[in-house]
């Protein structure tokens, strides 16, 4: 079996992807109002945006225990529940039990 690789999620990717969350949400908002003839287009979108993110914000997402430095992958329920602080989130580590903020890994494809 292949050895999961995971990389650092970087402060400025996350900061980027939030500036192109707004944008496309500006995007659709900005369609609606202008063109409210299509508005099924823009449910569309909304919501395939949405879709969207929840996919990348819950999968392909590892953790990285600050204290034994283990990297260890979390639940969706586990995921949506605690504190989250862009590259770091509350959590308890399922090596060594500590409660931290744990780095937030990717997982490479
Ligand atoms: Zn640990």
């Given at each position: 079996m292949k050895?999961?690789?995971y990389q650092?999620?970087?402060a400025s990717g996350q900061i980027a992807m939030i500036a192109i969350v707004m944008l496309y949400?500006?995007?659709?908002?900005v369609g609606f109002v202008g063109f409210p003839s299509l508005w099924y287009l823009w449910a569309f979108l909304l919501l395939a945006g949405l879709v969207w993110i929840v996919r990348w914000n819950l999968t392909?997402?590892?953790f990285r225990c600050p204290?034994?430095?283990?990297i260890f992958e979390i639940?969706?329920?586990e995921n949506l529940s605690g504190a989250n602080l862009l590259t770091t989130k509350r959590l308890i580590?399922?090596?060594?039990?500590h409660l931290g903020w744990a780095?937030?890994?990717?997982?490479k494809e």
């Open positions: 050895q999961r690789q650092e999620l970087k949400a500006t995007g659709v908002v392909g997402l590892a204290s034994c430095n283990e639940t969706v329920r580590c399922k090596s060594c039990g780095k937030v890994m990717r997982v």
